[in-house]
């Protein structure tokens, strides 16, 4: 066992009662790009009525999970709110200021990118460094695969890895 897996189980270990531990781990599990595992633990960390966990949306370490098409019922259930409109969606990015052209060019220069330079053979690729090789924003990549291709970060580069 590696010296990385056995810090991971001792700190699974502690996360039993969803402490700071548990949230870590959630996050270690998303670097890794292993969603299901950290939102089953989230999930635990919602009944054990985690305090971290209200912080979530404001905090940059969970922009990953914020991709994720399970994060806004997650949300939901942290705070209270059991509906998700279409309304909601629609006002997650109202204060953007991404203009739509901006994002129909931004779209055509990933589509380019990712069929010419291949970033998605990459096995450590990540929101940030797409972004980065597209000189955009991770909030700016995000927002153009929600919006016009309605799909999240993973979804695009898993699609171009199965083509």
């Not at 990385?4 to 502690?14: P, V």
């Amino acid at each position: 066992m590696e010296y990385h897996d056995e810090l991971y189980k001792e700190l699974e270990a502690e996360s039993d009662q969803m402490t700071m531990a548990g949230q870590f781990c959630a996050l270690i599990n998303i670097k890794l790009g292993r969603m299901d595992e950290a939102f089953a633990i989230l999930e635990e960390g919602i009944e054990c009525r985690a305090a971290g966990l209200i912080f979530m949306k404001d905090d940059p370490f969970w922009v990953e999970l914020s991709e994720d098409k399970r994060y806004e019922a997650l949300l939901a259930k942290i705070t209270g709110d059991i509906t998700i409109s279409e309304n909601t969606k629609k006002e997650r990015y109202a204060k953007s200021g991404l203009k739509s052209a901006d994002a129909d060019r931004f779209l055509e220069q990933i589509e380019k990118h990712m069929q010419t330079e291949k970033p998605y053979l990459e096995n450590d690729l990540g929101l940030k460094s797409l972004a980065d090789q597209g000189s955009l924003t991770i909030n700016q990549l995000s927002q153009v695969l929600n919006e016009k291709l309605e799909q999240n970060f993973y979804n695009l580069v898993n699609g171009y890895r199965l083509e």
